[in-house]
């Protein structure tokens, strides 16, 4: 049930998706003489678009997220990496069998990396299809075809393709694993993502390290107007919101025990 009603309720608040609704209730509203509700759902529209695409709003959200788990020493032995799913274009890949990269590509980039790096460590790709309304192949079906390209071979591959949102991820991680005492496992997803991702591995009881990759900001874009081109302002937006209200429905619903996680709390 919490997944289901998390999805419908990202679909209505996202904010392109609340600009659209918010000028057609303004449109109805206006059309019926109800001109004060047109005027305040426009404008409350237009001020949501504006502050997404034009200022600097997201990455000033993004990056308190992007700076709470730095990334720390590499450790001298890993025994796993887990990579969480996110990275693929799952619609293109179901129809057409490669393994297009989507924005957050660079988790299995950098886990292609690190398996090079520890050709013993064993990696598990989380991840399967977590959209509600579109069908697409989960990044546990892609990832085999990427990471085998790129020399990682199919049996030291672990994958856990039923997961739909970060807690499965962690829950069914662990029951997959079963990682032992003493083990090191690094933990791989984006920057913005680590708080939440990591908070949910730790109350699955799976401790891993965590290796923050795909960031979405510098740390000095400050306040104002125009510092990046319009749609990646309003997708460091849409992600910035869709994080903070993550991390607080998580916390209100129990699977984590902060609002904002952060290293050893």
């Known amino acids: ?27 109805i509203t206006g059309t019926i003489g109800r001109r004060r509700l047109a005027v305040t ?6 001020l949501i678009l504006a502050l997404s695409a034009w200022t600097s709003l997201g990455a000033m959200m993004l990056n308190p997220l992007e700076e709470r788990f730095p990334k ?12 969480l799913g996110g990275g693929f274009e799952g ?31 064993k990696v598990v790709v989380s991840g399967g299809n977590g959209s509600l309304f ?8 892609t990832a085999p075809r990427l990471l085998e390209a790129l020399g990682v ?30 083990e090191t496992w690094l933990l791989v997803t984006s920057a913005f993502h680590m708080p939440r991702a990591k908070a949910l591995f ?5 401790s891993t390290v965590p290796w923050p990759v795909d960031y979405r900001t510098s740390g000095r874009e400050g306040i104002g107007l125009f510092r990046d081109n319009a749609a990646d302002s309003v997708q460091n937006t849409t992600m910035a919101v869709r994080e903070w209200i993550g991390l607080f429905a998580y916390w209100l619903s129990g699977r984590i025990d902060q609002p904002f996680p952060a290293p050893g709390g």
């Open 153 to 182: 071979p199919a049996d030291r591959l672990i994958l856990e393709d039923k997961s739909r949102n970060t807690y499965e991820n962690a829950v069914f991680s662990h029951e997959l694993v079963k990682p032992k005492p003493g």
């Open 134 to 141: 579109f069908d697409g192949e989960g990044d546990a079906d």
């Open 91 to 121: 619609a293109i890949n179901l129809a057409r069998g490669g393994y297009e990269l989507n924005s957050s590509g660079d988790r299995m980039v950098e886990t292609a990396i690190l398996a090079r790096r520890f050709p013993q460590a």
């Open 202 to 206: 730790d109350k699955a009881g799976f």
């Open 72 to 83: 720390p020493p590499l450790p001298e032995k890993v025994d796993g990496i887990v990579v």
């Open 41 to 46: 759902g426009s404008v409350l529209a237009f």
């Open 1 to 27: 049930m919490f997944y289901y009603l998390s999805k419908i309720f990202w679909f209505f608040i996202q904010p392109l998706n609340l600009t659209i609704f918010l000028l057609l209730a303004g449109l």
